[in-house]
């Protein structure tokens, strides 16, 4: 009923930018917490940013500063901004929701994108 998709993410030279947009398709009411994770070739997933749907955040001390989630409750899409990459930031990214609430009235739970390479090298 619900799909998360990712835009396609790419290679970059250090240094560089890139963006990334989650978007939730289906009949949605509502979005509560969402968030990107990571995972590197040979390493466990792991949590990059959150974003209620306020709109607090919180990030992975490994990248405070240099990346910036955002999102668009209207269009039900979330947002990684990544500036000043480093090839350690390297990975799969995915975006992931953790309740959703359908116009039915019923709730999607853990709802996962199919993930995005980031490859970041010279």
């Known amino acids: 009923q619900v799909q998360l998709v990712e835009t396609v993410g790419g290679l970059v030279q250090p240094g560089g930018s890139l963006r990334l947009s989650c978007a939730a398709s289906?009949?949605?009411?509502?979005?509560?917490?969402m968030r990107w994770y990571r995972q590197a070739p040979g390493k466990e997933r792991e949590l990059v940013a959150a974003?209620?749907?306020?709109?607090?955040?919180n990030y992975a001390d490994s990248v405070k500063g240099r990346f910036t989630i955002s999102r668009d409750n209207a269009k039900n899409t979330v947002y990684l901004q990544m500036n000043s990459l480093k090839t350690e930031d390297t990975a799969v990214y995915y975006c992931?929701?953790?309740?959703?609430?359908?116009?039915?009235?019923?709730?999607?739970?853990?709802?996962w994108g199919q993930g995005t390479q980031v490859t970041v090298s010279s």
């Open positions: 974003i209620t749907f306020d709109g607090s955040t």
């Open positions: 289906g009949s949605i009411f509502s979005i509560n917490v």
């Open positions: 992931n929701a953790d309740w959703i609430r359908l116009l039915a009235g019923n709730y999607e739970y853990d709802q």
